[in-house]
C-alpha cells in the first residue's frame, strides 16, 4: 500500500515532468517559429536573388548580343555606344582670338587687268525726259567683272604621215613622234590629269571614269585609268629614284609608317622625309628589312626623327630624336589613369625644353648652355627616382627612356632637328585619306603606283611647285 508521503511524492514528480513537458513544448514551439521566419526570410532572399540574377543574366544576354549601331540601323553615329574618344589636343591656348588677327593682311578676288571679253552696257533712253541719247558721248562710270571657266572639250589632234619620193626613184616615209603608238590614245595632259586627281585629290577609280565622262565628254573604263596609271608610274621611276637620294644625302631625316589593306590583307606604308623631299614606298614588311632594302647603309650622315618604333631605332644615322609629342601623350594617360606626380613632372620637363628650343638662336647650339644643363639633370634624376612597383606601365615608360636618354634632347643640340615626328606623320597621313575616300588597294601594283606618285606629289608641294605642272612635264617625258 502507498502510504500519504509516497502519493505527495509522486504528485509532484508528475507535476514536474508535465511543466518540464509544458516548457519543453513551449521552446520546441519557439525554435520552430523562428525557424518558419527564417525560412520565410531565406525564401524571399532566394527569390531576390534569382530575380537579380535573371536580370544579371539578361543584361549578359544583350551586351554579348549584337546592339543596334551605325552601322547595322538608322541610329545615327554620334549615338554610337563605347565610341572612341576624341583625342584631346596637348597645345595650351595662346590667348588669341580664333580668326585672323589685327594687322593681318586680308586676300580678296582681284579684278583682270585685260579681260578675256567687255561687254559695254549703255542707255538708250533718258530715263527723265524719255529723249533718245544714242548719239551723245558715253562716259565710263563703274565696271565689274565675271570669273568664269569656258565649256571644257576635249581636243583631237590628227598625226598623219606623208611618202615622198626621190629623184633617185627612193620613197621616204615619215615617222610618228614618240608616245603616239596607237591608232587613238590619250595625251599628256589626260595622263597628267588622271594622275592628280588619283593621288593628289584621292579620287576613286570609278569617279575618275565618271568625271571624264561628265565634265569632257570621254567616256573612260577604270580598266583605262589603271592601265594610264601603271604607265604614269613608271615614267615618274626617275625621278622617284631622284627623290630617293636627296633624301638619303639629308641633314635631318623623318621616318614612319602605317597600315593599309592590299586586297583585303594587312600592308604598310613607309616614309623618309627630308625639308625639301619625301619618299614613300608600299611593303609587306613593318621590320628592319624594309629598310635594308631601300636603305642598305642607313643613313650615316644623318639624324633620323622617328616615334621609337624598334625598325627604326635600329637603322644606322649618325643620331636620333625620339618624338615627344607621341610622349607627351603617353605621359597625359599615365596622369589619368594614376594621377602619376612622376608623369607631371616628365611632361613638365618636355614642356620646358620645347619652351627652351624657341628661344635658342643658331650660333648658340654648339656652345654650352645653363637652362639645356639643368634639364639634362632633371632628366638624371626622374629617370633614377623610384616608381610604385604597381604603376607598371609608368615603370616600364621610365625603363624605355632610361634605354634611349641620349635620343631625347637632340633637337636642342642641332638647329634643323624637330622635337617631334609631326612632318613624317603628316607625310604618311594621305595613305589613310586615300584609303577612307577610295577603300583598299587591290593589288601591290597599285599601292607601289601610289607610292611613287604621292613621293613626288608631296616634293613638289615642299618645293612650292606646281603638281600638275610637274605630272606634265614627266608624261611627256
Keep these: 500500500m502507498m502510504d500519504n508521503n509516497d502519493f505527495l511524492k509522486l504528485v509532484e514528480l508528475l507535476e514536474r515532468e508535465s511543466s518540464a513537458r509544458i516548457a519543453s513544448e513551449s521552446a520546441r514551439a519557439a525554435e520552430n517559429t523562428a525557424f518558419q521566419q527564417m525560412i520565410s526570410n531565406q525564401n524571399a532572399t532566394i ?3 534569382n530575380e537579380t540574377i535573371g536580370a544579371l543574366l539578361e543584361e549578359i544576354r544583350l551586351l554579348k548580343g549584337p546592339k543596334k549601331n551605325s552601322g547595322n540601323s538608322s541610329i545615327a553615329p554620334s549615338k554610337d555606344e563605347n565610341r572612341p ?3 584631346s589636343s596637348l597645345r595650351k591656348s595662346s590667348g588669341k582670338s580664333s580668326g585672323g588677327q589685327k594687322g593681318h593682311e586680308g586676300s580678296t ?6 579681260p ?16 533718245d541719247l544714242d548719239t551723245q558721248q558715253a562716259e565710263l562710270t563703274s565696271c565689274r567683272q565675271i570669273v568664269d571657266i569656258p565649256v571644257i572639250k576635249p581636243l583631237y589632234t590628227e598625226h598623219r604621215i606623208f611618202r615622198k619620193t626621190c629623184l633617185c626613184g627612193y620613197q621616204t616615209t615619215g615617222t610618228f613622234p614618240s608616245g603616239v603608238n596607237a591608232p587613238i590614245s590619250y595625251g599628256p595632259q589626260t595622263t597628267s590629269l588622271i594622275a592628280y586627281l588619283h593621288t593628289r585629290q584621292y579620287v576613286p577609280l570609278a569617279r575618275i571614269s565618271e568625271f571624264f565622262n561628265s565634265v569632257y565628254g570621254m567616256p573612260i573604263s577604270q580598266g583605262t585609268v589603271c592601265g594610264i596609271l601603271d604607265r604614269f608610274a613608271e615614267k615618274a621611276l626617275p625621278a622617284f629614284e631622284l627623290i630617293k637620294n636627296a633624301v638619303s644625302n639629308a641633314n635631318v631625316i623623318g621616318a614612319d609608317e602605317t597600315g593599309m589593306k592590299e586586297n583585303g590583307k594587312l600592308n604598310w606604308f613607309w616614309t623618309w622625309q627630308s625639308a625639301l623631299a619625301t619618299y614613300i614606298i608600299a611593303s609587306a614588311n613593318r621590320g628592319i628589312a624594309t629598310v635594308e632594302v631601300h636603305f642598305p ?20 644615322a649618325a643620331g636620333h630624336q625620339i618624338c615627344t609629342a607621341h610622349l607627351l601623350r603617353e605621359l597625359k594617360f599615365f596622369e589619368q589613369k594614376y594621377q602619376s606626380i612622376w608623369a607631371t613632372q616628365f611632361s613638365q620637363m618636355l614642356c620646358a625644353a620645347l619652351e627652351l628650343k624657341k628661344s635658342i638662336q643658331a650660333h648658340q647650339y654648339q656652345g654650352p648652355i645653363n637652362a639645356r644643363a639643368e634639364l639634362e639633370m632633371i632628366l638624371h634624376t626622374l629617370i633614377n627616382q623610384k616608381i610604385e ?3 607598371v606601365e609608368v615603370r616600364t615608360f621610365q625603363k624605355r627612356i632610361n634605354k634611349y636618354r641620349n635620343y631625347l634632347f637632340t633637337f636642342l643640340y642641332h638647329q634643323d632637328v624637330p622635337p617631334d615626328n609631326n612632318t613624317s606623320e603628316q607625310a604618311i597621313r594621305n595613305v589613310k585619306v586615300k584609303q577612307k575616300v577610295s577603300g583598299m588597294f587591290k593589288s601591290n601594283k597599285g599601292a607601289q603606283n601610289y607610292a611613287i606618285i604621292r613621293s613626288i606629289t608631296d616634293t613638289c608641294i615642299k618645293n612650292a611647285q606646281c603638281v600638275l605642272n610637274a605630272f606634265c612635264t614627266i608624261a611627256v617625258s
Design 109 to 114: 578676288l582681284t579684278m583682270s587687268t585685260s
Design 389 to 391: 612597383p604597381h604603376y
Design 116 to 131: 578675256d571679253y567687255i561687254v559695254d552696257h549703255s542707255p538708250g533712253f533718258c530715263n527723265c525726259c524719255g529723249l
Design 85 to 87: 574618344q576624341r583625342t
Design 47 to 49: 527569390k531576390q536573388l
Design 297 to 316: 647603309t642607313g643613313f650615316p650622315k644623318a639624324i633620323l626623327v622617328h616615334d621609337c618604333w624598334p625598325s627604326h631605332l635600329n637603322t644606322a
